[in-house]
């Protein structure tokens, strides 16, 4: 085995099979291609509703999308989901899809919405993954250990957030992703 200067064991891929690493995501991001969907702060309505973020890639946008953080802020306790699309679950309200170098004039190619309305949920079988919140102010993270998620292209694909929220909770909720 061998070791990088911080103790990170370094792995090599087979022939033709890349490496995803955060100097790539780094680059990617100076190079214009960095964004942030987000929701921006909002506040739960009235009675118990499903809430979310959706970050979908149409078929016909030529590039593919990491996404490698997924957070929620959320004044309550709730259970969060994540759940793929393979059609645009188009929520209702556009998200904030700004780039990450505040210079670019390059625009994201994803189609990135929220509601804090009312959202249908998923069918259990198709959860990814579940996390729980502690409430009291929670900072969520979806994506440990480095984990991504791939929504390539060519094929329409996307990832939904959801969550039930009762009245009165704040929330914001972001996914950062590269497009290339």
Known sequence: MFFDQYGNVLVSAAAGT???VADHVRAYSMAGQGFVY?????????GNVNLGLS???PAT?????LLYSIKIFYSGYTMFYL?????????GTSANAANTLFASTKTS?????????????PATNTL???MQSAGNYTIADLLTNNAVYILPKGSASGLLL??????GNTWIAAMKGIEF
């Open 128 to 130: 990814l993954e579940g």
């Open 61 to 65: 946008s030529g590039k593919s999308i």
């Open 162 to 167: 959801f969550f039930n929220s009762p009245a």
């Open 109 to 121: 190619i994803a189609s990135a919405s929220y509601t804090n309305t009312s959202l249908t949920p």
């Open 18 to 20: 890349p490496v995803a």
């Open 55 to 57: 970050v979908f890639n």
């Open 38 to 46: 987000s929701t921006g702060q909002l506040q739960s309505p009235a």
């Open 83 to 91: 759940s793929p699309t393979s059609a645009d679950p188009a929520l």
